[in-house]
């Protein structure tokens, strides 16, 4: 870890010693130390503060005021503040006393010295603190031995009562695959209709600026050089007031081109800088807990690199968060992309995310069942953020492991009016990437919630239970059974009642028929359906080719199970900046037809 | 007299709820539009008596085209285009008219969708709309010609037996557009008051009277139709539909009663001319 790689958005190299020197220019802090009963210091003080002074337990105090004791000079204790507000002073002056000195120091230079001092420890929570705290929610241990028995057992099974009772079992087997898969197609068909009535969380209430908390902006950033100006021109052009707004990009320690672009784009004080040391996992949510541990904002949103939020977005979330009960954690914003007239892949993906955002999860959200979050743009009450212990390092899906867990413990998720433009991968090999993985994902984390199926009934209730079951286990579930489908069906074409006679022998044996056929209609019909919200008609024709977009799913389905058995914590990277088409203003964008 | 079939009345409670559905939302008083509802009925009450249920079935039919259609005139969100597809899709299933009126409305479906959208969205728009129709009828095609398979007699357990024995006995052409004709005569009152409303949903409701009109016309000259009742029937939800969207006023009740009056005695009237062995026979 060099130390000349962190620091301040000013784009300098931060050496800490050199800036500590560095007097602070003129500033409102001396007006606020006059009347605080606390004194302030602005002499040369030791490059690096005394580890004695301060303890692990309190870091986030230290995180929360902004503040480090720093040294201890004739007796009196120093206390290195970046923030200098009255109510900040008083805090410090009451965990202090009267007779300790505040030295006042610039921001950056205060968290590169928390970062250093706490480094170890700040790593260790990023990393374990859920695993230690809810073990039982953790994607660390993929699957428990039980499930891992129940996993080994079934396909025995299988071969075994192939071997016994064939003609029962082939027609077993057809029953549930064709059941499992038009269930699936049905709850997502009752989705949507429920889906289309919601209008997500209330929209903005007209706030005073006064009115407005200081709001939390995180985004992990990995081999992100080429796309750092345009998300800083986005995230600068968001509609809440400078002072209320804290930007924390979080990079990997050794990734240093976007750590160099960062430092050349983001020079408004509004954005921190942080470098997360390197270690495994490498996933985003590993750096995203460990920026929570530095975030002051009352809400706290997390982006990615390539997202547009709609302007207005913070102040609808803030309206939103203030009208709904305190048990509402979570607030997802919609998702789509400003590049879905790329190619065909781009258009079937915008058709993808519009029905899964417009509709289907409105519709969970409506019936009260758990949701799966999206990976970016999920709103948060910090507090609660915490209290769950942010995110698992260890699930590819971070997100849908979140929401799952919000409301199992107790916490609501709801939709937000909203809509966040995305990057759609344009390339066939990267959309395979990024699909695999968010299936590998799922299945992690329906793994893991069914560690324990009866305490998730439990808590969940029935139709929480079932409506997982439904769409965290049979999103990957159906993609998995589609290509089986389609094999059946096609050799029963090929080979006629001869294959029939040993396969499909009964009339109930044609469910597995009658569920591709009924489920791909659907599927396809439901794509079409995904342009409504948004008025894009145009692309409806290409819901038409949603079976072969259902194949290109199942086809990263498979891949995402073997790297599941391979190398389950493994964060495929998804390249960014790679369409030729920029992000359209926001007025073109669309809306409601 | 034998009792009537479960699917007839089946038919009857569905048709009366709609219409009480429909015009409570609309604003009438709950006794109105009972006596409305009432007035419907007895307007299709000559399907009744007949006993043929599978004739109330396709007034069903009608009831959700034109319901739908309005409301996607109104707001084409997801749930309207849903709604308005699968009315037209499900038409086809009520009734072996269902597919002629489902042709006859497409149309009407496009003029309605027409200035929703954009020249370059409308394709996608009619695509969607046109989706639950279009798999319904290839489905029924397959199950009748490939399979063999009548799914109307799940409802009724008949085809149009009576009207069908009657109407052959008039094949000339006059009778061949008897149905149409006396379709439009009994919907007229009600599309009368109506056209004086310029918006979307009096034109749609205006659009699916011409619809199915004009399937009626096509279907009995190419001799798909030969059943004139059921069609009759299907003037109710159509009038209901023009009583719902009926111009605010201080004379709306009286207005809307003398109108479902005036349909109902048109409607006995055009059926006791173009059906009298029915009544004679039964």
Redesign the interface.
Known sequence: MEPSTYGGPGGERLDLAASLLKPLPPLKWQSNFRGSGIAALNTPTPSAPNPLLSHEGDIDFYNQCLALPWCLRNGTLVVAAADTAPATLARLRKRYGAAAHLWPVAKPVLLRALEERFAEMLMDRATNSLARRFPEFSARRVMTTGQACVLLALPVGIAAAFYAVPAMTNLLLALVMGTAFIANILFRTIL??IG??SSGAPAALPLRSDDLPLYSIIVPLYREANVIQDLVAALSALDYPAGRIEIVLVMEADDRETIVAAKMHAVDPRFVLLCVPPCLPRTKPKAANYALGFVRGEFTVIYDAEDRPEPDQLLKAVAAFRSLPPSVACLQARLNFYNAGENWLTRMFALDYALWFD?LLPGLDKFGIPMPLGGTSNHFRTDALRAIEGWDPYNVTEDADLGIRLALLGLRVTTLDSTTYEEATVTLGDWLRQRSRWMKGYMQTWLVHMRRPIRLLRRAGIGGFLGFQLFVGGTFLTALLNPILWVLCLCSWMFGNEFSAGFVATPFAHAPLLGLLAGN?LF??LA??G???R???????Y??AAPFYWALISAASYRGLWHLAVKPQHWEKTRHGMSCQSPRPFASMGG?? | MTLMPVATVLAVVLLGSGFMFWLIGAGYSRAVATLLTAAMLAQAGPQIAIATGQSLWLALGVLAVAASAAAFAGRADARHIILFGGSLAVIQLLDPLGGVVAAGLLPATLAIGRGRVDRRQAMGLYVLLMFMPVTIAVLLFYLTKVQHFDSMSLLSGSTHGIPTQVFAAHASLLWRLAPALGFTLIVSPGLFGLRLRRDASARTILLVALGVAAAATTGALLGAIRAAVPLLAAASPVVAAALAHWPASPARDREAVIIALLCTAVSWTVVLMLVPEVFAGG
């Open positions: 949507v209709w289309a009535g509709f209609g396809t019909y079409m359906l342009a409504c919200r008025g894009w008609f145009d692309l409806t024709p819901g038409f409601d037809a």
